[in-house]
């Protein structure tokens, strides 16, 4: 069974940082594409991609409101995904989720979701 477990979250001000983590167990780590997403607070707000890679690191994409604020990053030998947010404003607010497709998926179909880590920027 396929577990995605993030940590890092809870409340910073605006302007702090804050970085997450996300290990994954259950399967060859190593063969899965792996992003960030988000859902904000409002009652209408979709979750939203925030951020991915794929397998060989060789495709990373971003959001456009990440703005240079964020970046990811795996280390394959500990099977964990990171997420570093710099600069992080109110808007920023959001249940983070990690998330998994293997090799050969699409991020319209994703595979892994972990339960989420709640960030609250505020000040």
């Known amino acids: 069974q396929v577990q995605l477990v993030e940590s890092g979250g809870g409340w910073v001000r605006p302007g702090a940082s804050l970085r997450l983590s996300c290990v994954v167990t259950g399967r060859a780590f190593a063969d899965l594409n792996v992003g960030w997403f988000r859902q904000g607070p409002e009652p209408d707000r979709d979750r939203e991609i925030v951020?991915?890679?794929?397998?060989?690191?060789?495709?990373?994409s971003y959001a456009d409101f990440v703005d240079g604020r964020f970046k990811i990053s795996r280390d394959n030998a500990k099977n964990t995904v990171y997420l570093q947010m710099d600069r992080l404003h109110p808007g920023d607010t959001a249940v983070y989720y990690c998330?998994?497709?293997?090799?050969?998926?699409?991020?319209?179909?994703?595979?892994?979701w972990g339960r989420g880590a709640l960030v609250t920027v505020s000040p």
């Open positions: 998330a998994a497709v293997r090799k050969d998926g699409s991020w319209s179909s994703v595979d892994y």
């Open positions: 951020t991915t890679m794929n397998w060989s690191e060789s495709m990373i």
